[in-house]
């Protein structure tokens, strides 16, 4: 006879789940307020980027869509790459837990490994939404025209914390496949200017040549930046939804792999 499984076992086991990712996502919530000059610091690469070469680049003529100056165009794609830039060496707080034997604690604690998972890459959501909320704050001081409005700016941020979760997903699973953090450094340098620049950050997907574009349509970084530039500009193809539902199944991959890769490469 199979036994009966008692009713109160599956809400208990969803309030321990989230009672898990909070606690993650708290830590990195309260790293972020005792270490905000680290923000202030990190903004400064978007803001070169948006001021400096965006200016720039911004007389060469098909680069980006006639219905907005070039600096506007690159708004979503270089607020997309600073959360690449956060989220892709999250990881890297995998490596210094396991230095630390913080890991082995958690390992042993009855948690779920996903949950610990989720929650790391959502506390690197809450550095985005931080980092975007900045880049926002300069994108409005230097009138560069955008489609404001509430729901734009709500999605935005709610597509960057979508990204930032994973972005760091796939940082884990590296973090968990390295032994170092020279390792590690070296493997997040690699995939991260591919990433951005096989995108559709700077330019359009259609001035790539053929083999070019099929690795942007493979990019995950494309997709969220089509919806930025949906939510924020009002352009780029009709297809909001399905680049959510592309961002939710590859952030569902990223964590399922994080979560399986993670107690087998720390114990």
Excluded at 26 to 38: A, I, L
Aim: proline share 5%.
């Amino acid at each position: 006879m199979v036994e009966a499984i008692p009713a109160s076992s599956l809400p208990d086991a969803v309030r321990s789940y989230c009672r898990t990712i909070a606690a993650m996502a708290e830590v990195e919530f309260h790293r972020v307020r005792r270490e905000p000059s680290v923000i202030l610091t990190r903004a400064a690469q978007p803001v070169l980027w948006l001021l400096v070469f965006g200016a720039a680049v911004s007389r060469v003529r098909g680069l980006g869509s006639r219905a907005v100056p070039y600096q506007a165009f690159i708004v979503p794609g270089v607020i997309a790459q600073s959360v690449l830039f956060i989220a892709i060496f999250s990881g890297l707080a995998i490596i210094w837990e396991r230095d630390l034997g913080i890991t082995q604690r958690l390992l042993v604690a009855p948690v779920a490994r996903s949950a610990i998972i989720v929650g790391k890459a959502l506390g690197a959501g809450v550095r985005a939404v931080a980092q975007v909320c900045l880049v926002l704050a300069v994108v409005a001081a230097a009138r560069i025209p955008l489609r404001w409005s509430v729901g734009g700016v709500l999605g935005a941020l709610a597509a960057a914390v979508g990204g930032a979760m994973l972005f760091s997903s796939i940082s884990m699973v590296i973090a968990s496949a390295v032994r170092s953090r020279e390792q590690f450094m070296g493997l997040g340098q690699l995939i991260t200017l591919p990433l951005f620049f096989a995108s559709n950050a700077l330019y359009s997907i259609s001035l790539m040549p053929a083999w070019l574009q099929v690795v942007a349509r493979a990019n995950p970084l494309t997709y969220e930046v089509e919806v930025l530039r949906r939510l924020l500009l009002g352009l780029g193809p009709q297809r909001l939804l399905l680049d959510v539902a592309i961002l939710a199944g590859g952030t569902v991959l990223a964590v399922a792999v994080a979560s399986r890769t993670y107690p087998r490469r720390v114990m």
